[in-house]
């Protein structure tokens, strides 16, 4: 196994593990659980690494690298197990008979916790009491290093033992999964995560297999070396097809929370602007960060858009409530005839634009300059384009657009046409 293949699968699992950390933290068994399977997977790959073995060699036991690479990946699999659990939490609370698939992911994790723990210490003891250990290998590899001992096909087997169970569990339960997925992008991240299992269990089978013949008759370092190749190669497959499938369905995550972004900045002009005007109506004052900075506009827009709520759609929806509130506000300030002149307007500058949203942004520029007129009954204006956020965004996102193109001086003239003598 190259340092560069490695290195390139840590990067990739601490990725995982810093995009995940923040819903650990927010304390979700299922998202701690697969936090803890992404961080003890990226140290455990760590120390196949020269740099892993060179960080643990000064603590002066010998092989102290394999044996601490064997404890990660057994916690990391007992955390994945505790993960196919968490998700089928639902299921189990709601009531209902569960299916056969989380009887079986149940049943054995009751278990999972004390068999690791039995596994790592049985390990532990094996590695320090019965393997024969010096401080300068004759071999890279670990098993031809041990070539011949008895104890190498106790400590391996119980090793591959309980990894290729897991991996093998969590194969059976992502490609039941797959099949009454109901999004493309998790039913393909499924069928690779199941995939990457099926070779991961192929992995662990033929490694116990060779560390038993290898403990009774030791291979040629030739043959060793073949075997070593054609298993690393089976190790990079299973976490590759894994890895792929994991990140394939936060492709819909990561595309949806894109847009929703682009949404909110889209609409921020617009929001910032009405704020300023009826500052008692938004649960949050624009950001007025280094004002007069040229850095000003930039930094107050992030800060908006980022700051304050849990999540974008949160965010983007008091957009939408506060720029309606805004507007309905306004109604009770501007002239009655005020929609009248933004549509004469409109038709006259839509320039390819949708009319009626060239009229709701000219009305709205000229509505904030009459914000200090005595408070009135509403005028007439269009109501929202649709009674959920879906509906409602894509028409404020229009007028947004608009708003930003509208020529301030011709949204002064249309409050003077449309004001009463």
């Known amino acids: 196994m190259t340092d560069a293949i490695a290195y390139t699968i840590v990067g990739l699992l601490l990725v995982q593990a810093l995009w995940r950390a923040p819903a650990a933290l927010r304390g979700r068994a299922r998202e701690r659980s697969l936090w803890g399977t992404f961080s003890a997977l990226a140290l455990a790959w760590l120390m196949r690494t020269t740099l892993g073995r060179y960080l643990v060699d000064d603590l002066g036991v010998a092989d102290l690298a394999t044996l601490l690479k064997h404890t990660l990946a057994i916690a990391a699999m007992c955390a994945l197990l505790r993960y196919l659990t968490a998700v089928d939490a639902g299921e189990i609370a ?208 992030a800060r908006d858009m980022f700051a304050h709520d849990a999540s974008p759609q949160i965010r983007l929806g008091r957009y939408v409530t506060e720029i309606r509130d805004a507007i309905h506000e306004l109604r009770r300030r501007a002239p009655e005839d005020l929609y009248r002149h933004a549509r004469e307007l409109a038709a006259a500058e839509s320039d390819g634009q949708p009319a009626d949203a060239v009229a709701e942004a000219y009305w709205i520029r000229a509505a904030m300059a009459s914000a200090d007129r005595p408070v009135g009954s509403p005028v007439p204006f269009p109501a929202g384009r649709g009674e959920s956020l879906a509906a409602e965004v894509p028409w404020l996102l229009k007028v947004a657009d608009a708003y930003a193109r509208a020529n301030p001086t011709a949204a002064v003239r249309l409050l003077g046409a449309a004001t009463p003598a």
């Not at 936060?250 to 682009?262: D, E, N």
């Not at 602007?273 to 624009?286: E, I, M, Q, R, S």
Request: charged share 15%.
């Open 94 to 301: 709601s009531g209902a008979q569960p299916s056969r698939r989380i009887r079986v992911t149940a049943a054995v994790h009751r278990h999972a916790r004390w068999a690791c723990a039995v596994t790592i210490a049985a390990m532990a003891g094996i590695f320090l009491c019965w393997l024969h250990r010096t401080e300068v290998p004759t071999s890279v590899y670990f098993m031809e290093r041990h070539a011949g001992e008895a104890g190498l096909a106790v400590y391996m087997g119980l090793f591959y033992v309980y990894c290729g169970a897991v991996t093998a569990l969590c194969g059976y339960q992502w490609g039941s999964k797959a099949r009454h997925a109901p999004r493309r992008t998790l039913r393909v991240g499924l069928w690779l995560m199941a995939a990457g299992m099926v070779v991961g269990t192929l992995y662990s089978v033929v490694r116990a297999v060779c560390a038993v013949v290898n403990s009774v008759i030791p291979a040629a370092p030739g043959p060793n070396a073949v075997q070593e190749a054609v298993t690393d190669t089976l190790l990079y497959a299973a976490f590759l097809l894994w890895a792929i499938g994991v990140i394939a369905p936060t492709i819909h995550v990561a595309v949806f929370r894109y847009r929703t972004l682009a949404a909110i900045r889209a609409l921020h002009r617009l929001w910032r602007d009405l704020a300023f005007v009826v500052p008692d109506l938004v649960l949050y004052p624009p950001s007025r960060i280094l004002p007069g900075s040229r850095l000003a506009a930039p930094l107050n827009t």
